[in-house]
């Protein structure tokens, strides 16, 4: 299975800063057919189900606002929020779809300082 | 506008076999490429990915559970199914179920909660 290890753990920030969140992957997860990189990244918020955010490395899903980015390849990924809002407090995730099992990071927790 | 919901026992015993129903709109499994996903998020383990089940029957399943797992379909009325046989207390958590696509789970259902208990 390709392990995924996100870092940090948790991350305290005050409003306006900006965050970097990230995961390295065991392997490449760069397809050579496509060039895409099969990693996305999740937010969930407490009490919901995760919602997508990234996917494909860097493509932002419909309606997700333009201060999350992502970026990366092969094998390092960074999920980066600048200008962090109060609503953007909550746990993110990576995910890897490029080998099955899918596998996801242990998590970031974002929180206010 | 997609939508998925599972709908489950809530609580079950040891060495019984729970059984899921994902039901879906906005999307159909009759689709090429469409796929619907299962993912469970335990205290133990975080988020792991369980099975997907595509358009053409395909199937996966994660290994680690792989002989307990079932899934299939019912795409006339937009309805996905997961039974995982002999349950333990490491299989207590949220359940969800997923539209599967190219770009990964792209939409969640709110999850069901699963508890195994004596």
């Known amino acids: 299975d390709i392990v995924m290890t996100q870092s940090p753990f948790s991350l305290a920030v005050s409003e306006g800063e900006m965050v970097t969140i990230n995961c390295k992957s065991s392997q490449s997860l760069l397809s050579s057919g496509n060039q895409k990189n099969y990693l996305a990244w999740y937010q969930q918020k407490p009490g919901q189900s995760p919602k997508l955010l990234i996917y494909y490395a860097s493509t932002r899903q419909s309606g997700v606002p333009d201060r999350f980015i992502g970026s990366g390849s092969g094998t390092d990924f960074t999920l980066t929020i600048s200008d962090v809002q109060a609503e953007d407090l909550a746990d993110y995730y990576c995910l890897q779809h490029y080998s099955s099992p899918d596998t996801f990071g242990a998590g970031t927790k974002l929180e206010l300082k | 506008q997609v939508s998925l919901k599972e709908s489950g026992p809530g609580i079950l015993q040891p060495f019984q076999t729970l059984s899921l129903t994902c039901s879906f709109s906005?999307?159909?499994?009759?689709?090429?490429?469409?796929?619907v996903g299962w993912i469970r998020q335990t205290s133990g383990k975080g988020l792991e990915y369980l099975a997907t089940i595509w358009w053409d029957d395909d199937k996966y399943f994660n290994p680690s559970l792989n002989s307990r797992l079932t899934v299939s379909k019912d795409t006339s009325n937009n309805q996905a199914f997961l039974k995982i046989t002999s349950v333990d207390t490491a299989d207590t958590g949220t359940y969800y179920c997923t539209q599967r696509r190219g770009r990964g789970f792209a939409y969640w259902g709110q999850g069901t909660l699963v508890t195994v208990s004596s």
């Open positions: 906005g999307f159909s499994l009759g689709t090429s490429n469409m796929g």
